[in-house]
């Protein structure tokens, strides 16, 4: 079967980093994607990988491993408004978005 | 970055009524549209995936009778929940994708609340 695992919740500082980790086992893949989503909101876009490696973006960085099922994105310099649900979603061989369940983040003071 | 409206962002109705969830892409042409249901404090299900023109591809365990789809147009789909029962209360959420697009747009999603 398909299976997408990510962290339930973690808690990191204000300003700090921290990195959220999600593996992966699907049938076949083409792409991987993290989205951001704020409670009683929509998932908004933050990044895409195709290709191993570490794309960056501002404050988010997001790094794949296709060997290895592996991806995470990195968040630096949180901000309390980085507190949200951050979603791992792998696209398969069908070009079906498959959905990790998402990791919450707490940002404390 | 390419805009997705959804209609009504919330809405309450009787068990036993029908409620339909417009989803439009507002500047772009989206040959796909996805539906998601997502209850509280649970990651996005998806419901069915349609393609402008044709007939919606629903995920096993949708009861296409009850989850109707329409992709009339290259900027509009339709969701209708017929027989609405408290246990479709729930958060839908759309999104479409171009036909070259990798990356999917969300809707900002519609809460349903059926008594």
């Known amino acids: 079967g398909q299976n997408i695992d990510q962290p339930t919740e973690m808690t990191a500082t204000e300003g700090a980093i921290v990195q959220i980790n999600c593996t992966y086992q699907t049938s076949g893949f083409n792409g991987l994607f993290w989205y951001q989503q704020h409670a009683g909101e929509a998932p908004t876009f933050l990044s895409y990988?195709?290709l191993d490696g570490l794309e960056e973006k501002g404050r988010f960085s997001s790094f794949l491993s296709r060997s290895k099922g592996y991806s995470y994105l990195l968040l630096k310099e949180l901000q309390m408004k980085d507190s949200a649900s951050y979603l791992c979603?792998?696209?398969?061989?069908?070009?079906?978005?498959?959905w990790g369940a998402g990791t919450k983040l707490i940002i404390k003071p | 970055g390419a805009v997705v409206s959804q209609h009504p962002s919330w809405v309450i109705c009787k068990s036993g009524t029908s409620v339909k969830i417009e989803c439009r892409s507002l500047d772009f042409q989206a040959t796909t549209m996805f539906w998601y249901r997502q209850f509280p404090k649970q990651s996005l299900m998806l419901m069915a995936t349609s393609n402008e023109g044709s007939k919606a591809t629903y995920e096993q365990g949708v009861e296409k009778d009850k989850f109707l789809i329409n992709h009339a147009s290259l900027t509009l789909s339709t969701l209708t929940v017929t027989s609405a029962h408290p246990e479709d209360s729930s958060f839908y959420i759309c999104?479409?994708?171009?036909?070259?697009?990798?990356?999917?747009?969300f809707g900002p999603g519609t809460r349903l609340t059926v008594t």
């Open positions: 990988n195709v």
């Open positions: 979603a792998v696209r398969d061989s069908n070009y079906q978005l498959i």
């Open positions: 999104s479409a994708r171009n036909l070259a697009g990798v990356e999917q747009y």
